[in-house]
């Protein structure tokens, strides 16, 4: 077992002092070139031989001995390979051919390195004469021939040809350096052949040829077995004739069984083994032609031939239709004639004709007459026959011409739209080709055209004005003259009229609509064929209806309209003829109703009586206070009693002693006039324990404003403006107009009063002018009131 180990233990460390030491091999040298020589040169002559030494120049460690792998190529596939410690190697290649030629190159390997030299070109030249040999040189038409062509010790694939003179008798190609093959020679004749060989070889994209073999002479001799043609009576006969041919042979060929004897005439064999027989037949004018007496004998032909005329006894019948052209209802000929006959076999009395309709007799005559109609039409053909010749016309298609028929008139598309072209088609379902359509217009031509193709159709164009001159148009339809004229009908079609410009109508009229009223919209055209359809549009272009009606208007009730449906209404129209058109476009104002009127009215008046009611009171009670007039001795106290005046920028105060007079202040009448006579100062509320009263003044330091009236509040004087400007609407506009107007009345009526009901102290009489303003102020009430109402 130890034993066993020890063993184990030396063969790795071999194996590993081997891989060590082949490592180290083959790092101790390096392949530094390859070259391929060739001796004794790149070309030779044919027989030479050739050396090829491929030679590594290799650098190495000393003491080192490397193992040299020589590989040799030609045209790029290897040829030999061979292991030596040699540092260069032979290839020979001892007596050379032109099958030697090509490219040759080597390469070395040593160990994992391997290097191969460039491609080096050998030529050889010249190529051996090939020799030809023959079995036998003299043999009879039809005998083979084996042929021998020979190219001793060429090598290589060769292309051998068999030839004589320009004419090619085989080739093969072989890697052989020959070729057997036995010919066979067919001639008509005794002739001499002169036959040679020659091959060629293929070297890459060249071909080399070789000289020619030795020429052969091989005579070939005739076989006699031509045949002689005969033919009774002679080769130029008349229909009807009888002919008989008979072939001959050679009689030293004639008992021999292989020989066969055929007539032919063109592709068709009309008799065999003639050599024992005749061919008789009736001559027709279609057996012109030439005829042939073929001999065979194994693959030898031989023939001989004669041409045949045939003259006519009489030439193919005609048949002809008179007239050309036939309608229905007229009168036809069909006729059968000949034009040549053998005057000196027969006479034309000695000729029968019969005329067939589809195959079926109609007459055994040369004529025939009849009406045309439907069933005369037909293929129709003659028959001529005399001396058992019988001889067939071609056929002839009779076909009488259809008279047109009524033609039917139509538009292409309807309906047809009033001021707008349509196309008008006119046919006719029965009637021969070319039918002449005309399309008129109350009698008058408007146009024509003619149809010639069954796949044609007659169209004219055309345009209304109104829908009642559909009818005024027809079309005729002709194909043999005047006499075959046929009218249509009048066309009838439905016809549409564009509509018209639509009339928008609002009822109730737009100015008298009030909220939760019925609003119907109409709307109607003068124009246009129904059915219409209508839409109605409000604000922005909405659409809010559409509909279709039979009829030319049509309405859309808004129920129970708010002030959010005021704006702009208008409606669209169009029908079948795709013409839209629109209204104009009418504004709705949608105003309050009336209950809100009649609110808005109590709520005004209310406001009204509560003012003149405010107002006449405290009139009445400011006038009982302005007739108080107190003693001197408590007018001093007066003040003390009296609240101040507010000062403001709108009024001056000033104080002064009541003098009975008009105080004016800059330049400004005061409101204070002079005492009325019928008051006196004993008639004024005496006061006791006070002095003399002093009163304070009030002047104005601007005009009036009218639309300012003076208001009490405890003694203070004071004005509130009254607005007329941003009221919702009209009915609140006049409803501020009327207490505007009934405030500057009071005012004025007051104020021409002998105490104003807006102060404390009396008021003097006032002029003319104060009174003309009053009666001004009242008009002016009267007329807001009844506005508003």
């Avoid at 694939?157 to 004589?164: A, G, I, Q, T």
């Avoid at 206070?625 to 609240?643: F, G, K, V």
Wanted: some cysteine.
């Amino acid at each position: 077992m130890q034993v066993k180990k020890q063993l184990t233990l030396r063969a790795g460390t071999f194996l590993i002092l081997f891989l060590f030491t082949s490592d180290k091999a083959n790092t101790e040298f390096i392949i530094k070139s390859v070259n391929l020589f060739i001796q004794p040169r790149n070309e030779v002559q044919r027989g030479t031989n050739v050396s090829l030494i491929c030679q590594a120049e290799v650098s190495q460690s000393p003491g080192s001995n490397p193992n040299y792998e020589y590989i040799f190529y030609k045209d790029y596939e290897m040829l030999l390979t061979e292991k030596t410690t040699a540092t260069h190697w032979f290839y020979s290649i001892p007596d050379a051919r032109v099958f030697h030629s090509g490219k040759y190159e080597c390469a070395v390997v040593i160990g994992h390195q391997n290097k191969k030299s460039g491609s080096t070109d050998l030529t050889v030249k010249g190529l051996l004469t090939p020799v030809l040999s023959v079995d036998q040189q003299r043999l009879k038409e039809g005998d083979n021939v084996t042929a021998v062509c020979t190219a001793e010790g060429e090598m290589g694939s060769l292309m051998f040809s068999f030839r004589d003179g320009p004419v090619e008798l085989y080739r093969k190609s072989t890697n052989t350096q020959k070729v057997e093959q036995k010919l066979a020679f067919e001639h008509k004749r005794m002739r001499t052949v002169n036959m040679f060989c020659y091959y060629s070889i293929s070297l890459g994209s060249k071909i080399e040829i070789s000289n020619n073999s030795n020429v052969i002479d091989i005579d070939i001799q005739e076989l006699g077995i031509t045949p002689e043609i005969n033919v009774m009576p002679s080769a130029n006969v008349i229909e009807g004739d009888l002919l008989t041919f008979s072939c001959n042979v050679d009689m030293t060929y004639q008992k021999n069984s292989e020989l066969r004897i055929s007539l032919v005439h063109g592709h068709t064999t009309l008799g065999l083994n003639m050599g024992q027989k005749t061919y008789n037949m009736s001559a027709k004018a279609n057996d012109s032609g030439q005829y042939e007496c073929i001999a065979s004998l194994g693959a030898i032909h031989k023939s001989s031939s004669v041409n045949i005329t045939v003259n006519q006894l009489f030439s193919v019948p005609a048949l002809s239709i008179h007239p050309p052209e036939v309608f229905e209802g007229e009168h036809f000929d069909i006729t059968c004639h000949t034009d040549i006959i053998a005057s000196v076999r027969i006479q034309r009395e000695d000729i029968k004709y019969f005329i067939y309709k589809e195959k079926t007799l109609v007459i055994s005559n040369y004529r025939y007459s009849n009406t045309a109609r439907n069933v005369t039409n037909g293929k129709y053909m003659c028959v001529a026959k005399a001396n058992g010749i019988i001889k067939e016309s071609s056929n002839v298609l009779f076909r009488a011409k259809v008279l047109v028929s009524q033609p039917e008139i139509r538009v292409d598309a309807p309906p047809v739209i009033v001021d707008k072209h349509f196309w008008i088609h006119c046919h006719s379902q029965n009637g021969s080709l070319p039918i002449i359509y005309t399309l008129k217009r109350n009698n008058i031509t408007v146009n024509r055209t003619e149809v010639s193709n069954p796949h044609e159709k007659a169209r004219f164009i055309a345009m209304i004005s109104a829908p009642s001159d559909i009818s005024s148009y027809f079309c005729e339809a002709e194909n043999n003259g005047k006499i075959s004229v046929k009218m249509s009908q009048r066309l009838n079609e439905t016809v549409i009229v564009p509509v018209g410009k639509p009339l928008f109508t609002v009822i109730p009229i737009p100015g008298n609509i009030e909220e939760g009223e019925d609003v119907t919209l109409i709307c109607g055209i003068p124009k246009g064929s129904p059915p219409i359809n209508f839409s109605f549009y409000g604000n922005s272009h909405t659409p809010i209806n559409t509909t279709t009606v039979q009829s030319n208007s049509s309405s859309f009730v808004l129920s129970a309209v708010s002030r959010q449906k005021s704006g702009n209404y208008y409606c669209e129209a169009f029908n079948l003829a795709n013409k839209l058109s629109k209204s104009d476009i009418i504004s709705i104002e949608v105003s309050l109703a009336k209950w809100k009127k009649i609110l808005t009215v109590a709520f005004c008046l209310l406001i009204l009586a509560l003012v003149v009611i405010f107002i006449v009171l405290r009139y009445k009670a400011k006038r009982g206070r302005e007739t108080y007039n107190p003693p001197a001795s408590q007018a001093a106290h007066m003040p003390d009693l009296m609240p101040a005046f507010p000062k403001s920028d709108d009024f001056l105060i000033h104080e002064s002693h009541y003098s009975g007079f008009s105080v004016g202040v800059n330049n400004k009448e005061s409101v204070w006039s002079e005492k009325p006579p019928d008051i006196s100062d004993e008639g004024i509320l005496q006061l006791p324990n006070e002095g003399d009263v002093e009163y304070t003044e009030v002047v104005h330091s601007q005009p009036l404003d009218p639309t300012r009236i003076p208001l009490r509040k405890g003694t203070d004087t004071v004005y509130s403006e009254l607005q007329t400007q941003g009221s919702p609407d009209h009915i609140n506009h006049a409803c501020w107009n009327m207490l505007n107007s009934t405030m500057i009345f009071l005012h004025q009526w007051t104020s021409s009063s002998q105490t104003s009901p807006f102060g404390i102290l009396p008021l003097p009489y006032q002029s003319l002018p104060s009174v003309r303003n009053t009666h001004s102020s009242s008009k002016t009430l009267i007329s807001h009131v009844f506005n508003f109402v």
